[in-house]
Nanobody
């Protein structure tokens, strides 16, 4: 069992920044890739970014490249999503996930409860 808890969401204005945190725990935690997904009302869950606990390879969806940065702190078992230059289109519930090295939600086995990010104009 892997437990994931997101935090850091909130209400901000366009152009502002937020940093989301995903506190991860579990005996097999290090076997999984970590990712952020988001889901806006009426839309499908969308891949945002992914990272492994080792190495430096990351992946981002095109709409957030140059604005979002995924990072990790292995000592804390925490994955972060730094979100800069936020746009109203970024409004969604953001989910942390642990699973295989894919960009598909189907490849992830564990999910956090989600944290709401709302960007006003």
């Amino acid at each position: 069992q892997v437990q994931l808890v997101e935090s850091g969401g909130g209400l901000v204005q366009a152009g502002d920044s937020l940093r989301l945190s995903c506190a991860a725990s579990g005996r097999t935690l290090w076997n999984y890739a970590m990712a952020w997904f988001r889901q806006a009302p009426g839309k499908e869950r969308e891949f945002v970014a992914r990272i492994r606990w080792s190495g430096s390879i990351t992946t981002y969806t095109d709409s957030v490249k140059g604005r979002f940065t995924i990072s990790r702190d292995n000592a804390k078992g925490t994955v972060y999503l730094q979100m800069n230059s936020l746009k109203p289109e970024d409004t969604a519930v953001y989910y942390c996930a642990a699973g295989s090295w894919t960009t598909s939600a189907n490849g992830y086995d564990y999910w956090g409860q989600g944290t709401q990010v709302t960007v006003s104009s």
